[in-house]
């Protein structure tokens, strides 16, 4: 069983409420993505936060320098997990980690371009992170590279920490994620990119909640994608 995040990547603010409206209730998390964030402000966490009560909000902010000054007006807004790179100082980190504890919320560290993965989970699980980010970008996807071996190796620590993986995640892939031990699957041009985001959300969901891989219809849809 996991979680699942669908990335809202847009920079247009109403499509972003748009589809926010389209997929909340299929999916158990909204993240507001680095593009749209830094594009769109705090206004739009707001706006999200009072429209989607049921959902958490994650704000991706790939914070990289001042970890609590940054991250704390998000979480007063209403953010339950704000990122931070795991390539910043282990300061920026801790101070992410120490602000979300504040407000009774979750920190998470991004692995994005980090060198030594398994080193640096085990430093900042033992700091107090909530949640490791595996996650390929969009322009390492562009290269060809996958989230999967990142995911195996950091499974493989078993430390506690709940797992978030993102990298380009589809339906035809989302079983492969959560039997690896992803706790929160996110996936956004799998749903944003979809004929029907509503249905792709709820078609990924249900794989992420403990269904099998969309069945042969999924099967048969993932050889395609
Ligand atoms: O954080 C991101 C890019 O930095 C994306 O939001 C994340 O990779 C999910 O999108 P996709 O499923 O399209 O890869």
């Known amino acids: 069983m996991a979680l699942t995040q669908m990335a809202l990547?847009?920079?247009d603010f109403d499509?972003?409420?748009?589809?926010?409206?389209?997929?909340?209730?299929?999916?158990?998390?909204?993240?507001?993505?680095?593009?749209?964030?830094?594009?769109?402000?705090i206004k739009l966490l707001e706006t999200l936060r009072a429209k989607f009560p049921n959902n958490k909000i994650?704000?991706?902010?790939?914070?990289?320098?001042?970890?609590?000054y940054e991250a704390e007006p998000f979480y007063k807004a209403g953010a339950d997990?704000?990122?931070?790179?795991?390539?910043?100082?282990?300061?920026?980190?801790?101070?992410?980690?120490?602000v979300a504890n504040k407000y009774g919320k979750k920190a998470q560290v991004d692995l994005i371009n980090v060198a030594d993965k398994k080193a640096l989970t085990e430093q900042v699980a033992k700091l107090g992170?909530?949640?490791?980010g595996v996650h390929t970008g969009l322009d390492q996807q562009a290269a060809g590279q996958t989230p999967?071996?990142?995911?195996?190796?950091?499974?493989?620590?078993?430390l506690g920490v709940e797992i978030s993986v993102a990298g380009g995640v589809k339906a035809s892939t989302a079983a492969q994620v959560r039997d690896a031990?992803?706790?929160?699957?996110?996936?956004g041009a799998a749903i944003y990119g979809a004929a029907d985001p509503a249905a792709s959300?709820?078609?990924?969901?249900?794989?992420?909640?403990?269904?099998?891989?969309?069945?042969?219809?999924?099967?048969?849809?993932?050889?395609?994608?």
């Open 201 to 225: 959300a709820a078609e990924i969901t249900a794989i992420a909640h403990g269904g099998k891989s969309g069945g042969l219809f999924g099967w048969l849809k993932g050889l395609f994608s």
């Open 148 to 158: 999967f071996a990142d995911l195996a190796l950091v499974a493989g620590l078993k």
């Open 58 to 68: 994650l704000v991706d902010l790939k914070t990289a320098d001042a970890g609590f």
């Open 181 to 187: 031990g992803a706790t929160i699957i996110v996936a």
């Open 81 to 98: 997990i704000c990122t931070v790179l795991g390539t910043s100082d282990i300061g920026t980190v801790k101070g992410v980690i120490d």
């Open 9 to 11: 990547d847009s920079l």
């Open 129 to 132: 992170a909530h949640i490791i």
């Open 15 to 41: 499509a972003t409420v748009a589809l926010a409206t389209k997929v909340a209730p299929h999916v158990d998390i909204l993240e507001i993505g680095t593009p749209c964030i830094k594009h769109n402000g």
